[in-house]
């Protein structure tokens, strides 16, 4: 049987349990469609705006989280160097480069084949990996975009582990 057979039957959507996750924690939202909806979430380092789309014939969740910046033609080429460089460092996700539109984004994919719903705890641990790794590497990219730094000294400042708080 291939993975495009019929999906079995689901008993929630997916996208109205995050609409109900962004009302308890009074993100803004707007629920573009049936299968979509994009949330603002305010991270350690920037704002961050957080689509979400369900995938019916791939019975898959997939998240897009867009930094509030875009990347001038000029620097595409260090931008592309930076994300090759970042996502050997990731296990879960990845960053990419939307050309057309100059955004780094960071994306993750939750399948939940067999009718399977999502739970809370999933909606947390996508949301956590998102933040942690856009916030994580957040001053990379602005180091190289804005900061004129070589893609090595920006992957030198965000793997730093800092011990304490100033």
């Given at each position: 049987m291939?993975?495009?057979s019929l999906a079995a039957d689901r008993e929630s959507n997916p996208v109205d349990t995050i609409e109900q996750v962004a009302h308890f924690n009074d993100w803004m939202f707007e629920r573009s469609g049936e299968h979509e909806i994009s949330i603002s979430?305010?991270?350690g380092e920037s704002d961050?705006?957080?689509s979400?789309?369900?995938?019916d014939n791939l019975e898959t969740l997939h998240l897009a989280c867009a930094f509030d910046f875009r990347v001038p033609e000029t620097r595409l080429n260090e931008m592309y160097r930076l994300i090759a460089q970042i996502n050997e460092q990731?296990?879960?996700g990845h960053f990419d480069?939307?050309?057309q539109e100059g955004l780094v984004m960071f994306r993750h994919a939750l399948l939940l084949r067999g009718g399977q719903g999502v739970t809370s705890e999933q909606l947390d641990d996508l949301l956590d990996i998102a933040m942690s790794e856009c916030n994580r590497f957040y001053p990379a990219f602005q180091s190289v975009l804005w900061g004129g730094n070589t893609v090595e000294q920006a992957l030198e400042i965000a793997l730093l582990?800092?011990?304490g708080e100033a």
């Open positions: 291939s993975f495009m979430v305010t991270g961050y705006h957080i979400f789309s369900w995938m990731l296990w879960l480069l939307w050309t582990d800092t011990v």
